[in-house]
């Protein structure tokens, strides 16, 4: 395999080591955890040369709109379970969006006995939102923001002395916190020294 490896239409080797290439799975890349950590568009993908799954033809006939879904739990009727509903996104988002989603009787005792509000959103939608609350596989460059005695942002206030005493911490790091994120994030000297 060191001697021969195996080309793929691309010419990418694969010797001896190497997963297996792309183009000898059965499934496109936009089904794959691949998608989830490393999200790709329909060009990025087929430029790649790896498959994308278009979205499947499927006439499902929606019986209740995602405005007619009760807001309450209390006013769900048992009956919700037989209904087809339309999922929020309708398809229009990039998420494998099933375009509607049922209800199964477990789920709704689930829901009512945790008063919880039903879903407006399909399964896979829902799986795409929860995934998007991870921070990402990235990491930044960033300074301590803590300023002495309280955050850059002035929003919280350190409850302890720390060894750079009132001036601004000059540390610097690696985080998977982006820039624009609103959370304050402190070096590792500073956060112990606040939470520990
Ligand atoms: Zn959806
Ligand atoms: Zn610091
Ligand atoms: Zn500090």
């Given at each position: 395999m060191k001697d021969m490896p195996y080309a793929?239409?691309?010419?990418?080797?694969?010797?001896?080591?190497?997963?297996f290439p792309?183009?000898?799975?059965?499934?496109a890349y936009?089904?794959?955890?691949?998608?989830?950590?490393?999200?790709?568009?329909?060009n990025?993908?087929?430029?790649r040369g790896f498959k994308w799954k278009e979205p499947e033809e499927k006439n499902y006939q929606v019986t209740m709109k995602t405005n007619d879904v009760p807001d309450s739990i209390?006013?769900?009727k048992d009956s919700i379970t037989s209904e087809i509903i339309e999922c929020a996104h309708r398809g229009e988002c990039n998420?494998?969006?099933t375009r509607?989603?049922?209800?199964?009787?477990?789920?709704?005792?689930?829901y009512q006995r945790m008063e919880l509000p039903l879903p407006h959103f399909c399964f896979s939608c829902r799986h795409a939102q929860r995934l998007d609350q991870r921070k990402p596989l990235k990491l930044w460059h960033r300074k301590c923001?803590?300023?002495?005695?309280?955050?850059?942002n002035g929003v919280y206030t350190n409850l302890s002395q720390h060894t750079h005493t009132a001036v601004h911490c000059s540390n610097e790091f690696e985080t998977s916190y982006a820039p624009e994120r609103k959370e304050i994030v402190y070096c590792e000297g500073c956060y112990n020294a606040e939470v520990v």
């Open positions: 793929d239409q691309k010419g990418r080797m694969y010797p001896y080591g190497e997963f792309p183009e000898l799975s059965p499934f936009n089904e794959t955890i691949a998608q989830e950590y490393f999200p790709l568009d329909r990025g993908t087929l430029g209390s006013d769900v998420e494998q969006c509607v989603f049922r209800i199964i009787p477990q789920e709704l005792s689930f923001q803590c300023a002495g005695e309280k955050s850059e």
